[in-house]
């Protein structure tokens, strides 16, 4: 038998046999694609039926016509973009700087966090006057002192420093409030030795592990503004900062009335166009508190903007001078800048205009 013979009976007792065992064999089809076939497989997509007009007649009118159905979009987030963009730029400068650094950016509308080395322990320098001004204020609470209180400057208090309060003469009479406010605004440590003092340091030591705390210090040691090495430094982190921050804005420090006290006394520090203030864009607002000490140089802060306000915490720490580390901090408060004026222009639309300023 030849072997033309031989396939051509393989081929028809193969179709006689997919017949009985409920195989259909259509030569002329074409064969599906692979989207039809998951087309087919897949249910269809419900779609809500559409909402009827009051009355017998609208009811009468029968069904609507189905609605298309439209391909999920692949098209990218430019809002997530664009945040991807600036945390690569963030990280950029920080792993370029010659030092030491800690950085948390926090959306407080979104919940977007970056950080980077956000553990690390750092010389807290003038940063530990945001806790002590929180005992102040737990203090208050538990009807221990009063903002009216007058204060007695005595010679023990005198640091010096940051601060005018050292040129003040011996029995000045000065109420807790404008201490604090000195304290922040002008960094002065005199103010900062005569609360101390009031309030007691081992209050506050036994007080900031109740507010989430845990690796922030305040030792007589210190406190000392001398440049070299001191027996028991006071270390702080960028993540325990920026917790801090956060959490008197959403007025969860103490109590909400204290917490707005504080916000509007960490919005008031001087007119000094330095760090996360240098290029601040017109209409914003900052709540912050710098340190300056033992090659240390910090900021952290509320970003109060019109299109969304954020958290930002920058540490530094064996800088080779204090301008190189200022202008450093200044770079990354304006790389965020520009990503919230720019969020601020596609919230507002095609319009080139910006959007109304959010009156606080």
Known sequence: MK?????????LFAVALAYPLGFGLDWGSRPKAVAEVLE????????????????????????APSAAVHP??????????????MTEDLFRLAASYRGRVAIVLKDLQTGNVWSYHQDDLFPSASLIKVPVMLCVFNSINDGKISLSEKIVLRRKHRV??????????????????ELLYRMINESDNTATAMILDT????????????????YTEVNPEGLSIKSGKVPRENYTTAREMTMMMERIYRGEMVSRAS???????LKHRRATRSRLAKGLPRGWEL?????????????VAIVLTPYGDYALTVLTGHNRSYGTAKDFISRLGKVTFKYYDARGHLV??????RGPLVVR
Do not use: N
């Open 259 to 265: 917490s707005e006290l504080m916000m509007d006394i």
């Open 3 to 11: 072997p033309a013979d031989v396939l051509v009976g393989a081929v």
């Open 199 to 214: 309030i007691g340091i081992d209050y506050v030591q036994a007080q900031l592990p109740k507010f989430g705390l845990f």
């Open 160 to 177: 010096g420093g940051s601060g005018s309060l050292k040129w003040f003469p011996d029995g000045t009479r000065l109420p807790l409030r």
């Open 72 to 85: 999920a979009s692949w098209a990218p987030d430019p809002a997530a973009a664009a945040w991807e963009k």
């Open 287 to 299: 709540a912050h508190k710098t340190g300056l000490l033992r090659q240390a140089c910090h900021d």
């Open 40 to 63: 087919e497989e897949a249910p269809a997509p419900s779609v809500p039926a559409p909402a009827l007009k009051h009355g017998p007649k609208a009811a009468a009118a029968g069904p």
């Open 348 to 353: 507002a639309g095609s319009s080139s205009r």
